[in-house]
């Protein structure tokens, strides 16, 4: 009895330390080089340069590869999740919801012409639960105001008013999706990128005289850029972060820090950011 006893032992330590040492490679080694290769192929810069094109025909054939990264994504436990660092969460979000937003077009695609289409009278498509994500089904919206930008379960969010630049809805009026997946140890990079990009972009952000125009987003997120990151409590403080980018004279800077400027915001532009 003792030697079945010790046998049994034995067998239950060996098989605890190969879930433990799995459990702990898991979370080390969680790679998003498929999301990676998938965005390689299909997405590209169209002609000013400052935005994406994507290629959804190509998307949709090789399907089963952004199906497999789905599927890994929602192997992922909330506990390994939540033993990660705050740049590698955010990296995995990111690209979760970039992912899920590419396949929630492909499941109508190329009857589809924007990602308003998906939805219902009474339902929005970012209200669809759809994603298998940290345990349970999740909407869009769950991914970007629940974990993102904080609130319900995960209240505190990640308080980084970039991530409008980097989540991505399908659509033109959009800041470009990267066409390389987040990563932790680049993600403060790839923020900075995505945002000096998308506020270069004059069809989405200009500036006349003493008008600022601005993306829609701007309008819809503007507590998030008042909410003091990098001391910025203002939308205007946020834009003079990035007066270069919008090509702001010194005067026109001038004129935003007292609040002289007007600020306008521009019709966002829906449709689908296919290549066609």
């Keep these: 009895m003792k030697m079945l006893h010790g046998k049994f032992f034995h067998t239950w330590f060996v098989a605890s330390m190969i879930i433990i040492f ?15 290769q998938l965005l390689s192929d299909h997405v590209s810069l169209n002609a000013s340069g400052h935005s994406t094109q ?27 999740f939540d033993s990660w660092p705050k740049d590698k969460q955010l990296a995995f979000l990111i690209n979760a919801y970039n992912a899920a937003t590419v396949s929630l077009i492909l499941t109508k695609y190329p009857d ?47 308080q980084e008013p970039r991530i409008h630049f980097a989540v991505n809805c399908a659509s033109i009026g959009c800041p470009a999706l990267r066409n390389e997946a987040y990563e932790g140890g680049k993600l403060e990079q790839q923020l900075e990128s995505q945002t000096q990009q998308f506020l270069a972009d004059k069809s989405r952000n200009r500036v006349e005289n003493k008008t600022v125009y601005l993306s829609s987003i701007f309008k819809w997120y503007r507590d998030d850029f008042a909410a003091g990151w990098k001391g910025t409590e203002s939308l205007n403080e946020f834009l003079l972060l990035y007066a270069s980018s919008l090509k702001l004279n010194p005067e ?13 915001f521009l019709d966002y532009d829906w449709r689908l950011n296919d290549k066609r």
């Design 22 to 36: 799995s459990h702990s490679s898991f979370a080390e080694e969680f790679s998003h080089d498929t999301w990676q």
């Design 54 to 80: 994507v290629d959804y025909a190509g998307m949709k054939q090789d399907q089963s590869k952004l199906n497999d990264y789905l599927a890994a994504l929602a192997q992922v436990p909330r506990s390994t």
């Design 112 to 158: 589809v012409t924007s990602i308003k289409d998906l939805g219902s009278f009474f339902s929005s498509p970012w209200s669809k639960s759809f994603v298998s994500l940290l345990g349970e089904k999740r909407t869009l919206d769950d991914i970007e105001h629940s974990f993102i930008r904080g609130s319900g379960v995960y209240p505190k969010g990640f």
């Design 252 to 264: 026109q800077q001038k004129s935003l820090a007292s609040g002289d400027m007007d600020i306008e």
